[in-house]
């Protein structure tokens, strides 16, 4: 028993330091953010997202955490919907998204999540750039293409999920792998 809560009282002194280096990047960003929404059905304004998860990458350089959704970010509604846009498939981790449900500006079903692509585009610049696939109703793989995701006339994201789908799912992994290597 006294070896037992030796190990609890080791723990619980070796993980807040841990914690707190995470929670004061969290605590400097101002984070969770409270989301703003706009639309039928409602969104999430993709600017805020956009916005909040490149600083978030940011300011965890040289940190090692993980944060789910719900840990950056707060909805006013449950039925919210989030925007699946680039930098979003820039941020989370390889699998993180797979087997969501992904809908249009209205709504309506596409698909299910089945991976994030990557691509370098070359130029005066080299960069890299993240696009999708899912599976539509029928079981084809299809792509969400390579542009931009957001509908440039009316300013809303092309590809949508529920919130309630992705809020408990990691948004964002800083943990070094045993190469020494970080997953992004």
């Not at 703003?36 to 993709?46: D, F, L, T, V």
Request: aromatic share 10%.
């Amino acid at each position: 028993m006294k070896k037992l809560l030796f190990i609890s009282l080791l723990v619980s002194v070796a993980s807040p330091a841990y914690a707190s280096t995470c929670a004061e990047v969290l605590a400097d960003l101002r984070l969770p953010l409270k989301l703003k929404m706009r639309g039928k059905p409602s969104a999430a304004r993709w600017e805020q997202v956009e916005k909040t998860l490149t600083a978030l990458r940011k300011g965890l350089q040289g940190y090692s955490c993980e944060f789910q959704f719900s840990d950056i970010f707060i909805a006013k509604k449950e039925t919210m919907l989030f925007p699946l846009i680039g930098n979003l498939l820039r941020t989370v981790p390889e699998g993180s998204l797979v087997g969501l449900e992904v809908l249009n500006t209205e709504g309506e079903t596409l698909g299910h999540y089945e991976n994030r692509v990557t691509f370098e585009k070359q130029g005066q610049y080299t960069y890299t750039q993240y696009y999708f696939q899912f599976r539509d109703q029928s079981g084809d793989l299809q792509s969400s293409g390579n542009r931009l995701f957001i509908d440039i006339p009316t300013g809303r994201p092309l590809f949508l999920v529920k919130w309630e789908e992705i809020k408990d799912r990691p948004v964002i992994s800083t943990r070094h792998t045993p190469s020494g290597d970080r997953r992004n």
